[in-house]
């Protein structure tokens, strides 16, 4: 899967980490705030990719395509923002060394990769 020529970073959305299960959950994305590039993400921004090519869609470590993670388990859209589920990490020492930051709450951000197909600028914010 192509990540993107952009990037969007999301901090301390961390819900949950299962050590045992090797499962993360959590929130990639969050809709309605401006971020630090002054965009806005818009609710339905990732629902047609999701749709498309979920199965298409890897758990990276740090979008390094040589360290996948694995899959999601469940990836959609909510009312707060895009909402996940990792299907259990794949047990190589990079997974194993993530899910243990994680629940040391070391790692508390995700981002994601994507390109705009549609956007809108008003007064300087860019909404995507």
């Given at each position: 899967?192509?990540?993107?020529?952009?990037?969007?970073?999301?901090?301390?959305?961390?819900?949950?980490?299962?050590?045992?299960?090797?499962?993360?959950t959590?929130?990639?994305?969050?809709?309605?705030?401006?971020?630090?590039?002054?965009?806005?993400?818009?609710?339905?921004?990732?629902?047609?990719?999701?749709?498309?090519?979920?199965?298409?869609?890897?758990?990276?470590?740090?979008?390094?395509?040589?360290?996948?993670?694995?899959?999601?388990?469940?990836?959609t859209?909510?009312?707060?923002?895009l909402?996940?589920?990792?299907?259990?990490?794949?047990?190589?020492?990079?997974?194993?060394?993530?899910?243990?930051?994680?629940?040391?709450?070391?790692?508390?951000?995700?981002?994601?990769?994507?390109?705009?197909?549609?956007?809108?600028?008003?007064?300087?914010?860019r909404y995507?």
């Amino acid at each position: 899967m192509y990540l993107g020529d952009e990037r969007k970073y999301h901090f301390g959305e961390i819900k949950d980490v299962d050590l045992k299960g090797k499962r993360v959950t959590g929130y990639l994305s969050s809709f309605d705030n401006v971020d630090s590039d002054g965009d806005v993400i818009l609710k339905g921004a990732y629902k047609k990719s999701i749709h498309e090519r979920k199965d298409d869609i890897f758990f990276l470590n740090q979008h390094r395509w040589f360290e996948p993670h694995g899959y999601f388990e469940e990836l959609t859209e909510d009312a707060y923002g895009l909402y996940f589920v990792s299907n259990p990490l794949i047990d190589t020492t990079y997974s194993m060394d993530a899910l243990k930051l994680y629940d040391a709450g070391i790692i508390k951000e995700h981002s994601v990769g994507f390109n705009t197909i549609k956007d809108e600028v008003k007064e300087g914010i860019r909404y995507i």
